[in-house]
């Protein structure tokens, strides 16, 4: 009797462990499995990297969007890599990986320093055309930038603040990061466009870091330090939103002047809701786009015009009342 108990338990046991383990490689095929067989079919044109600021920035992702229109249509094969949270440090990394992995393009956002530039000379070296968008790095070898002038941008924005104000005026500005290059463009352009007018005086600039809450702290330690301030120019996608969010907190019935960058839709609609004055409009869409386009021409020739500028305008209340399409420019 025993032995055949012993029989049994091993038996069962045996039934047991193998179920188990058909079962274990069942789950994990279906867990592990990446389908590879439509990746491998596609024979596509060229591979072009496009490295961005952060992985789900608003505006990066409208940057991503146009680009993969131009890829789609030219049967390219677009990779959009970014660290999940703006770090210089990390672009100079997923760079660097982008030119091991031998890509035939790179399109990223220009970085200040050596290491870009000395990445930059890496990746032309090994015949690898890189062009920076939305930030230039003129010094670089980099063959194209396209993208908004940053500059220009700036002083649209101090001749708003010109045009629509009388009297004395005091300027708090909020940036998305002090080291980013676009951003003190801006700010230059805009420091060269309220000189010439005597009125208008910058109390100071606070940081955001690109977050829409950072931008409202910025905003409620400005307005903390100098309760004198008028208005405020945000140099950034969110630092709209984030202003009138501290303004909302600190002085809720002050008479401020905003001036706002980029049209994303919570911006217009802010805009439309009298709570942001006017907003430097840039074409993230139109960016990626043109850059990809730039990018196949590189494969075989060299490009001339270096600079490729994107529009850039003022948008008020009033233009939202029109039948002007904001962002959709590709």
């Given at each position: 009797?025993?032995?055949?108990?012993?029989?049994?338990?091993?038996?069962?046991?045996?039934?047991?462990?193998?179920?188990?383990?058909?079962?274990?490689?069942?789950?994990?095929?279906?867990?592990f499995?990446?389908?590879?067989?439509?990746?491998?079919?596609?024979?596509?044109?060229?591979?072009?990297?496009?490295?961005?600021?952060?992985?789900d920035?608003?505006?990066?992702?409208?940057?991503?969007?146009?680009?993969k229109?131009?890829?789609?249509?030219?049967?390219?094969?677009?990779?959009y890599?970014?660290?999940?949270k703006a770090?210089?440090?990390?672009?100079?990394?997923?760079?660097?990986?982008?030119?091991?992995?031998?890509?035939?393009?790179?399109i990223?956002?220009?970085?200040?320093?050596?290491?870009?530039?000395?990445?930059?000379?890496?990746?032309?070296?090994?015949?690898i055309?890189?062009?920076?968008?939305?930030?230039d790095?003129?010094?670089?070898?980099?063959k194209?930038?396209?993208?908004?002038?940053?500059?220009?941008?700036?002083?649209?924005?101090?001749?708003?603040?010109?045009?629509?104000?009388?009297?004395?005026?005091?300027?708090?500005?909020?940036?998305?990061?002090?080291?980013?290059?676009?951003?003190?463009?801006?700010?230059?352009?805009?420091?060269?466009?309220?000189?010439?007018?005597?009125?208008?005086?910058?109390?100071?600039?606070?940081e955001s870091?690109?977050?829409?809450?950072?931008?409202?702290?910025?905003?409620?330690?400005?307005l903390?330090?100098?309760?004198?301030?008028?208005?405020?120019?945000?140099?950034?996608?969110?630092?709209?939103?984030?202003?009138v969010?501290?303004?909302?907190?600190?002085?809720?019935?002050?008479?401020?002047?905003?001036?706002?960058?980029?049209?994303?839709?919570?911006?217009?609609?802010l805009?439309?809701?009298?709570k942001?004055?006017?907003?430097?409009?840039?074409?993230?869409?139109?960016?990626?786009?043109?850059s990809?386009?730039?990018?196949?021409?590189?494969?075989?020739?060299?490009?001339?015009?270096?600079q490729?500028?994107?529009?850039?305008?003022?948008?008020?209340?009033?233009?939202?009342?029109?039948?002007?399409?904001?962002?959709?420019?590709?």
């Open positions: 009797m025993w032995p055949n108990s012993k029989l049994f338990f091993y038996t069962c046991s045996g039934v047991i462990f193998v179920i188990s383990f058909v079962g274990m490689l069942i789950y994990g095929y279906k867990t499995y990446i389908e590879t067989d439509d990746v491998e079919a596609n024979d596509y044109a060229y591979h072009f990297a496009l490295i961005a600021e952060e992985t920035n608003d505006y990066w992702r409208l940057v991503e969007q146009g680009a229109k131009a890829a789609d249509e030219k049967d390219i094969y677009l990779e890599v970014a660290p999940e770090d210089n440090g990390k672009m100079l990394k997923l760079l660097d990986r982008m030119i091991s992995a031998k890509v035939d393009g790179i990223i956002q220009g970085i200040e320093g050596e290491r870009f530039i000395n990445l930059v000379h890496k990746g032309i070296e090994r015949g055309p890189i062009i920076t968008t939305d930030t790095v003129k010094n670089s070898e980099r194209v930038y396209v993208g908004t002038n940053n500059y220009y941008a700036g002083k649209l924005a101090g001749q708003a603040i010109i045009n629509n104000t009388s009297g004395e005026q005091y300027v708090g500005i909020v940036t998305g990061r002090f080291d980013a290059i676009n951003q003190q463009e801006r700010i230059d352009g805009f420091k060269d466009a309220v000189a010439t007018v005597d009125r208008i005086h910058i109390v100071d600039i606070k870091n690109i977050t829409e809450i950072g931008a409202s702290q910025a905003t409620y330690s400005l903390r330090q100098y309760p004198q301030v008028t208005a405020v120019f945000g140099t950034s996608a969110l630092d709209g939103v984030g202003i969010n501290g303004l909302q907190e600190i002085a809720p019935n002050k008479d401020m002047y905003i001036v706002g960058f980029d049209i994303l839709p919570e911006t217009l609609n805009i439309k809701q009298g942001i004055d006017v907003t430097i409009a840039q074409y993230p869409k139109e960016m990626g786009y043109r990809v386009n730039v990018m196949i021409d590189l494969q075989t020739q060299a490009y001339l015009k270096e490729q500028f994107t529009e850039t305008e003022i948008i008020d209340k009033h233009d939202l009342t029109t039948t002007k399409r904001f962002g959709e420019r590709k």
